[in-house]
């Protein structure tokens, strides 16, 4: 008998159970895990609609092949349409969004470039488009294109007398042979035949199916035209003295005559006071430095308002010559090409220039601008000054003129310019200013000064 301390024999027998059986079961490691869906698509729902649209496009592709006439076409840009909006209407995710950052990548990592559905279908797309394009046409607007673009290279071009012969012949074989093919009368010389020949073909009411062949023998007449009124001699084409002997540039060379012969001729020119020949030379010769200086001489000795528009364009690029020329103008219209260059003090030479240029147009409305530099770092630039005023004659000037005559501790030359300016306002202040420093020791400033106490007398 059993005192309850002893185990059953039956126990004792039985095998130990399986540690295995209850133990958790192991979890697989991470880089298990990792590899599980490797090659799985990210975004399989995306891809699916990928592949739908891309067999869409497939079959909009062979319906495009198979088209031959305008409604079809028309049929295969209507798909495309559709398919269009459902591209835009499909969402589909930037593939930069499945992409891991740079940082965490170990330095031989690559990672696969992921494809961009939406740009890889808007892509194919826009090919079926252009295609599409393509295949549509010729109609009978694009004939009236070609005419009409014809027309305004005509008008719009200066042709030498033997251009205006071979646009002539060009333009009559053009309508000649529409008439025959448009089986039509197109009356009318050059311009209004073409016109004609426009409302010709307008008139015809040619279809893209059933006239294909007609509207591609327009088009190549028309193309024949353009190429015939290219070949016609234009003005441009000719060299620059061909282009000068056609104006009749050389027309006033006598027996004697320098080197080169425009040089001749503008003298000839400036001596006649025509400015249109002048610029015509300075025009077709810009890129010579040696005739651009003569012509702005030229025009500087003639001092014509008519050269206020080519001198402008010249006195931008602060060209000394044509600001001066403009002041000789003596017109208004020349102020504003010259008094924006008051203030360069950066470049003396030009501010010197305009500063006289500015007297000599008797531009007062800047008087005070031309004041403020008599007290300038330069001597020759408050010199300048001095004798800008003058010019201008006006009699704000006066007193500061005079506190610059004055002043013994400034330059002979500029209490010199000074009461030379004096003398130039003229009013019997300016005058009694000047005359005031008649007993100067100064030779210089003296011979002006006298000048003034002898107009008081």
């Known amino acids: 008998m059993s005192d309850g301390d002893d185990e059953p024999a039956d126990a004792a027998d039985e095998p130990a159970p399986d540690e295995s059986e209850n133990a958790p079961a192991e979890e697989p490691d991470a880089d298990d895990s990792s590899t599980a869906g490797e090659d799985e698509e990210p975004r399989p729902e995306e891809r699916e609609r990928y592949e739908a649209l891309r067999a869409r496009l497939g079959e909009a592709e062979d319906a495009l092949e198979a088209a031959e006439t305008e409604a079809d076409l028309d049929g295969v840009e209507a798909t495309l349409d559709d398919i269009e909006a459902d591209i835009e209407d499909a969402d589909f995710t930037d593939p930069e969004e499945f992409q891991p950052d740079e940082e965490e990548l170990d330095e031989d990592e690559e990672v696969e470039e992921l494809l961009d559905f939406a740009e890889e279908l808007t892509n194919e797309l826009q090919d079926l488009q ?3 394009e393509e295949q549509r046409g010729p109609y009978a607007a694009d004939v009236v294109d070609e005419i009409e673009t014809a027309k305004s290279t005509v008008e719009s071009t200066r042709w030498t007398e033997t251009g205006d012969e071979q ?37 015809a009411g040619l ?20 190429s015939g009124i290219d070949d016609s001699q234009a003005f441009a084409d000719l060299s620059s003295r061909a282009k000068l002997q ?44 040696y005739m651009q200086k003569h012509c702005l001489e030229s025009f500087v ?85 001095a004798r800008a005023l003058g010019l201008l004659g006006d009699t704000r000037a006066i007193a500061p003129l005079g506190d610059v005559l004055a002043d013994e501790a400034e330059s002979e030359g500029v209490r010199a310019s000074a009461a030379w300016a004096l003398y130039q306002i003229g009013t019997a202040r300016a005058l009694e200013t000047a005359a005031e420093h008649a007993e100067t020791r100064s030779f210089l400033v003296q011979s002006e000064t006298e000048k003034a106490a002898a107009a008081l007398d």
């Not at 074989?173 to 448009?182: G, I, K, N, R, S």
Request: charged content about 35%.
């Open 246 to 289: 056609y104006e009749g540039f050389y027309d006033v060379l006598g027996k004697h005559k320098d080197y080169p012969p425009e040089w001749s001729a503008v003298k000839e020119w400036a001596k006649r006071d025509n400015v249109e020949m002048v610029a015509l030379c300075m025009e077709h010769f810009g890129d010579s430095e």
């Open 167 to 203: 646009v002539a012949d060009a333009i009559g074989a053009f309508v000649a042979d529409a008439a025959d093919t448009l089986d039509a009368d197109l009356a009318g010389d050059d311009i209004e035949a073409l016109d004609a020949t426009v409302a010709a073909v307008e008139d």
């Open 130 to 132: 252009d295609e599409l």
């Open 301 to 385: 000795r003639m001092g014509n308002p008519e050269a206020i528009d080519v001198l402008k364009e010249k006195a931008q690029r602060r060209n000394l010559t044509a600001v001066e020329a403009l002041g000789k103008t003596g017109h208004p219209d020349a102020v504003e090409g010259v008094a924006d260059y008051i203030d360069s003090d950066s470049n003396p030479q030009l501010q010197k220039t305009a500063l006289r240029a500015v007297g000599e147009l008797g531009a007062t409305e800047h008087t005070e601008d031309v004041a403020q530099w008599l007290v300038a770092e330069r001597e020759d630039v408050r010199s300048a000054a």
């Open 207 to 226: 279809d893209a199916d059933d006239d294909e062949e007609t509207i591609a023998a327009l088009l190549a007449l028309a193309d024949d035209l353009q």
